[in-house]
């Protein structure tokens, strides 16, 4: 399949890139840089040069393309959410625009913005919260997998968790970054949080138990990776400026 990835340069983007590649479909990476081009390259896919917001030019690109996954996202913490969430709208539908019909069109959130109608992790049939919140923990290659699962056997219209993992604590993802990374590791009360994490409060307190187990049944999803704090102990931390 001709697949257009949007965000093809960036953590899970540059995955799926890999995965797709390596599964026989032919790529078409968006790249906004020359480095993101030479990277996209490399990585045995073409190069769309170009920005997201000049969707004129995102329409061209991603026209003859037979499916696409965006996954491009600006995650500057200090820009305004609700513009951002509107800017993203209209590329999505810019990208609809371009395919064909009934071509899928795979966009990508996060399932902090999804309401428990039970109080309990929340699924794939459960709605979306009416509210502007930023946006959980499965290994990158297992998502990178479940992008290629759901372009070549996704349902219209289905929403899909990429979600292995509950329950890690901040807490817990904080003592091991500062134990591998040499810096203290001190609790904050409720009143010291806002002042330390600034823009990433809202973000830091969410708490987001989901379940994928929906997802991991209707498209045969069997995560390999490590779990979180496996992943994150077995980093180099030595290579991360
Ligand atoms: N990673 C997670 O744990 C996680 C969890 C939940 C949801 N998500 C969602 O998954 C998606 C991908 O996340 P990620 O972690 O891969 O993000 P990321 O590493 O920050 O990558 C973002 C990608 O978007 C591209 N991009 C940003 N602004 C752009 C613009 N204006 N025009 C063109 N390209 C632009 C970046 O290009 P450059 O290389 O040029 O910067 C990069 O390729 C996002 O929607 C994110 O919210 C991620």
Do not use: C
């Not at 969707?55 to 003859?64: F, T």
């Not at 500057?76 to 371009?98: F, K, W």
């Not at 600034?198 to 990776?225: C, E, F, I, V």
């Amino acid at each position: 399949m001709r697949v257009f990835v949007t965000g093809a340069t960036g953590f899970v983007g540059s995955a799926t890139v890999a995965e797709l590649i390596s599964a026989g479909h032919q790529v078409t990476g968006l790249s906004r840089s020359d480095a993101g081009a030479e990277t996209l390259t490399r990585a045995g896919a073409t190069v769309a040069r170009g920005d997201v917001t000049d969707l004129q030019r995102l329409r061209k690109a991603a026209s003859g393309a037979e499916a696409i996954i965006h996954t491009a996202f600006n995650h500057d913490a200090s820009a305004d959410v609700r513009q951002q969430s509107e800017n993203d709208r209209r590329v999505i539908a810019t990208l609809g625009a371009a395919l064909p019909k009934n071509a899928p069109l795979i966009i990508t959130s996060g399932t902090g913005l999804v309401q428990s109608a039970t109080g309990g992790p929340v699924t794939e049939t459960d709605p979306h919260a009416p509210s502007s919140v930023f946006p959980r923990a499965a290994h990158v290659t297992d998502v990178a997998r479940l992008y290629r699962l759901a372009l070549e056997n996704g349902q219209w219209g289905a929403r899909y968790h990429a979600v292995t993992q509950q329950g890690v604590t901040l807490r817990a993802i904080a003592e091991v970054l500062g134990t591998h990374m040499g810096l203290p590791i001190q609790s904050l009360t409720p009143r010291q949080a806002p002042a330390y994490f600034g823009p990433l409060l809202q973000l830091a307190q969410l708490d987001l138990p989901a379940s994928g187990t929906q997802t991991q049944q209707r498209l045969d999803w069997n995560p390999t990776g490590p779990d979180l704090l496996t992943d994150l102990r077995n980093t180099d931390y030595t290579t991360i400026s």
